[in-house]
């Protein structure tokens, strides 16, 4: 199974970016669905970004279009949520989550979904 752990949280004025890093170990990233999760406080956990086995596709919800890129360097097996324009309304704990799918077009969105988290990093976005 594989073990996630995010990194790259922390205070930052609106307006501002953060780059998420998620590193991998115990297997490759590129055998799973991945995705980006937020959770803010008193909400539900929700998808934020995801991309699927060995990239074929990606999926952004609406609040993070045009802000938010999602990408993965498999020779550091790691992925990584860029984020700019950050606003207050972002501000929230951040999970990476990794799930097994049939093919390697499959991406799913709901938090049931996924198998593995990482333990999460915050965000903290000031006005």
């Known amino acids: 199974q594989v073990q996630l752990v995010e990194s790259g949280g922390g205070l930052v004025q609106a307006g501002g970016s953060l780059r998420l890093s998620c590193a991998a170990s115990?297997?490759?990233?590129?055998?799973?669905?991945v995705g980006w999760f937020r959770q803010a406080p008193g909400k539900e956990r929700e998808f934020i970004a995801g991309i699927s086995r060995i990239g074929a596709t990606t999926y952004y919800a609406d609040s993070a279009k045009g802000r938010f890129t999602i990408s993965q360097d498999n020779s550091k097996n790691t992925l990584y949520l860029q984020m700019n324009s950050l606003k207050p309304g972002d501000t929230a704990v951040y999970y990476c989550a990794a799930a097994r799918t049939g093919t390697i077009w499959g991406l799913p969105r709901g938090v049931n979904e996924y198998t593995y988290w990482g333990p999460g990093t915050q965000v903290t976005v000031s006005s």
């Open positions: 115990g297997r490759t990233l590129t055998d799973y669905a």
